[in-house]
């Protein structure tokens, strides 16, 4: 009798191949990849224990599961191309960021110098931090004072009506507007500059075309390269004062 009790309970016991299956489903469902729902038959006693780990791993570190996982590495495959297109084109010395002797403005201006492709922050008195900048046609069309009415990160972007009407076949489709990101034209960055309190459309921002720095572009305002505009940008605030030369 012993002996049958004994057999019969032998053929409920798991297999080698059976156990090695449920510690990697145990390890799945302590890194988040198994649904809570998921219940371990022959083991209750460990499935409360890997319960009880997860819950504890819960409190001190993040969970990860596979919409986290899949985002992260989304957002790792997004942001490879902008940062691999600055760090692959050397932009020449004279604009890159740099202290110069810059007199004759008040400290926390922005000086805008489009003839020739420099924008300046004043930092104290007679100095400032000069950077490098391309120049769209639109740039060319503002002059005087101005304020920063609005910043944003990774904005949004738009084409104009003349940049559709001029090249539909590039533009039309994007009329609704393109979301903030890496590939977009406005960069990591943009300024919004206000005059009395109205949108001026002139805009400083980021590019995806770090070689168009130091020369006039068809397109926008005045462009930085991401790296230059996130430097400018964490500087300023809204109400910072704008002169374009």
């Known amino acids: 009798m012993i002996d049958t009790l004994r057999s019969i309970r032998a053929s409920f016991r798991p297999s080698a191949n059976a156990r090695a299956r449920w510690v990697t489903r145990r390890a799945k469902f302590i890194a988040g990849f198994v649904p809570e729902t998921t219940t371990f038959m022959w083991r209750p006693t460990l499935y409360a224990t890997a319960v009880a780990t997860r819950s504890r791993q819960a409190l001190t570190f993040p969970m990860i599961n596979r919409r986290s996982l899949l985002f992260g590495a989304s957002a790792l495959f997004l942001t490879r191309p902008a940062r691999s ?4 084109f050397p932009l020449d ?4 960021r740099q202290g110069v002797a810059f007199p004759g403005y008040a400290m926390g201006t922005i000086v805008v110098d489009p003839a020739n492709f420099f924008l300046y922050y004043v930092g104290g008195q007679d ?3 000069r950077y490098g900048v391309g120049v769209g046609q639109a740039g060319l069309s503002f002059k005087g004072q101005a304020v920063v009415g609005r910043k944003e990160e990774w904005p949004r972007w738009r084409p104009t009506a003349n940049m559709i009407k001029r090249s539909p076949e590039k533009f039309a489709g994007l009329a609704k507007g393109m979301r903030g990101g890496p590939g977009n034209p406005l960069g990591a960055r943009a300024l919004y500059l ?4 109205r949108d001026t459309m002139y805009r400083i921002h980021g590019t995806t075309e770090p070689w168009s720095i130091g020369q006039a572009a068809s397109n926008g305002c005045i462009r930085m390269t991401n790296k230059q505009v996130v430097d400018l940008y964490g500087r300023i605030v809204v109400g910072t004062p704008v002169i374009v030369l």
């Not at 297109?85 to 692959?88: D, I, P, Q, R, V």
């Open 85 to 88: 297109a600055e760090k692959s």
């Open 93 to 96: 010395p004279q604009y890159e």
């Open 127 to 129: 100095v400032a931090i």
């Open 194 to 197: 206000y005059r009395d309190g």
